[in-house]
């Protein structure tokens, strides 16, 4: 848990979820989980902020799409790479390894509102 959302570029993101679903015997599960900061209005509008003076200190260009730089532990100057995932974005993923394995449960929890993050379970053929 934990990591596709530090995972740039979709390409990356598949490639992963594929090499966990081939690394795992047949019968087995993946459980993965996409953070959703976005679906937060509070971390969303911290988000924006933040992104704009990482890419203004930094001299970088504007990200791609769901795309940021947030910060670590209130350290002035440290950032770190975020992907807030939509669920048209996580059903390309499980799509990506459907040959491999089947959605056994998807569900979104934490938070305040239970939508902080998606889980995928997948079950491998």
């Given amino acids: 848990f934990g990591l596709m ?8 993101r598949a490639a992963i979820l594929a090499a966990l679903v081939e690394q795992t015997r047949p019968g087995g599960f993946v459980a993965v989980s996409f953070w959703q900061f976005l679906n937060d209005e509070t971390r969303a509008f911290k988000a924006q902020a933040t992104q704009a003076r990482a890419l203004q200190e930094l001299g970088l260009p ?3 799409d769901n795309d940021f730089l947030l ?5 002035p100057g440290t950032y770190r790479y975020c992907h807030s995932f939509t669920d048209a974005e996580i059903d390309q993923l499980a799509e990506s390894v459907a040959r491999r394995a089947s959605t056994l449960a998807r569900f979104t929890a934490d938070g305040r509102t239970g939508k902080l993050n998606s889980y995928l379970i997948l079950r491998v053929h």
């Fill in 62 to 64: 504007q990200l791609g």
């Fill in 71 to 75: 910060g670590w532990k209130n350290t």
């Fill in 5 to 12: 959302h530090h995972v740039p570029l979709a390409e990356h």
